[in-house]
């Protein structure tokens, strides 16, 4: 259970704060939602208390997990399929588990094919989107502004 002012994570969409929880009705059942804000994009989402660890909803890392998150963003690259689809297929497998780690690791290895080869424009989306929810997180685990959040993600690729 979380509470009000909690920071937390919801997969494939980022990082947030619960603003609120509400009792809504919603085709004729009444049911305790999660309003979390969701700083990047500036979005609002309702997610029903009973269903957070179904949709992954989890706690922002701590000061220990940013560390690691940049130890995995300099790392070399692991190695990807060549197959244009499987490749995107774990990528967006990794995305969608909510884990920072593998989002992180989806970054730095989209980032490393794009200087190599190129991404294509589906895999240059999912990098895109990949950044955003690595970014979102990372915003409220260190407190920093998105823009000194985005420099510091380039820096560990310098």
């Given amino acids: 259970m979380f509470n009000i002012g909690d920071k937390v994570v919801y997969p494939m969409h980022g990082a947030g704060v619960i603003e609120s929880i509400e009792e809504k ?16 994009g500036d979005m609002k989402v309702m997610i029903p208390v009973t269903n957070y660890k179904d949709v992954g ?19 070399q690259s692991t190695s990807m399929s060549s197959n244009w689809n499987r490749r995107y297929r774990a990528n967006l497998e990794k995305i969608k588990s909510g884990n920072v780690y593998e989002v992180a690791e989806v970054v730095r ?34 407190e920093m502004n998105e ?12």
């Avoid at 009705?25 to 990047?40: D, F, I, N, Q, S």
């Avoid at 909803?57 to 790392?75: A, H, T």
């Avoid at 823009?147 to 310098?158: G, S």
């Fill in 57 to 75: 909803l989890r706690q922002v890392i701590d000061g220990d997990g940013v560390q690691r998150v940049f130890r995995i963003l300099s790392e």
């Fill in 147 to 158: 823009d000194k959040t985005k420099l510091m993600i380039e820096r560990a690729f310098a």
């Fill in 109 to 142: 290895n989209l980032i490393t094919r794009d200087k190599e080869k190129g991404l294509s424009s589906g895999e240059r989306k999912m990098l895109e989107s990949a950044r955003q929810i690595l970014i979102s997180e990372l915003v409220l685990a260190t």
């Fill in 25 to 40: 009705e919603v085709l004729g059942e009444t049911k305790k939602y999660y309003v979390l804000r969701l700083p990047v």
